[in-house]
């Protein structure tokens, strides 16, 4: 009915975008075949062996000679997340490690990726559950900690009445234009 035209067919799903409905469709619905358990072995094996011969850059065709039982986007998240040589660190973080993950929120926000390469051995998702982990024990220095609560707590405000103001003078969100780098919903011929 709508083909791939995602910014109408976001018009028929409410609190989802375009970009939102397009990967939607293509990581979890456009295959209902694919494979979601957990990773084999003898997959982990191939997979290795797959980069080694052909490198990083086109995770399609991975999947194709690991015959497409899982997205491209599985391949590339288990590369990156458990099975690349960069990731050389998986126990507990250091002190220096947890001061300096401080220090790199204060500066970035919730830019993971960005953060990462701050750390060597240390994946975005580590960082953001490490960063997360603190917050609950209550690890985090109280100035810090009441940033991101203040922040959650005008999300909050905001559902229940439309007539607020966001104070950004903290600098929390002074990169926020740049997290999109150019991305428009409504622009068709991106897809």
């Known amino acids: 009915m709508y083909g791939t035209n995602w910014p109408t067919i976001a018009e028929q799903m409410p609190g989802r975008d375009a970009k939102q409905c397009a990967d939607r469709w293509n990581h979890h619905l456009k295959h209902p075949a ?17 980069v080694a011969k052909h490198g990083t850059k086109n ?23 458990n099975l690349s040589l960069d990731i050389t660190k998986k126990g507990p ?10 220090q790199k929120f204060q500066e970035f926000g919730t830019k993971w990726t960005t953060i990462a390469k701050y750390f060597s051995g240390r994946i975005p998702t580590s960082l953001k559950n490490r960063y997360d982990q603190m917050l609950r024990k209550g690890t985090i220095p109280v100035t810090q900690k ?23 003078s903290d600098g929390m969100f002074d990169s926020f234009d740049n997290d999109y780098n150019g991305y428009d919903p409504f622009d068709q011929n991106q897809f």
């Open 93 to 102: 973080f250091t002190q220096e490690e947890d001061e300096l993950l401080m």
């Open 34 to 50: 694919i494979k979601k358990e957990p990773f084999t072995q003898e997959e982990d094996n191939r997979l290795k062996e797959l």
């Open 146 to 168: 009441q940033v991101v609560q203040q922040n959650l707590q005008v999300i909050d405000n905001t559902k229940d009445n439309t007539d607020f103001e966001f104070d950004f």
């Open 59 to 81: 995770w399609s065709f991975i999947a194709k000679q690991m015959g497409n039982e899982r997205a491209p986007r599985s391949y590339r998240e288990r590369w990156v997340n």
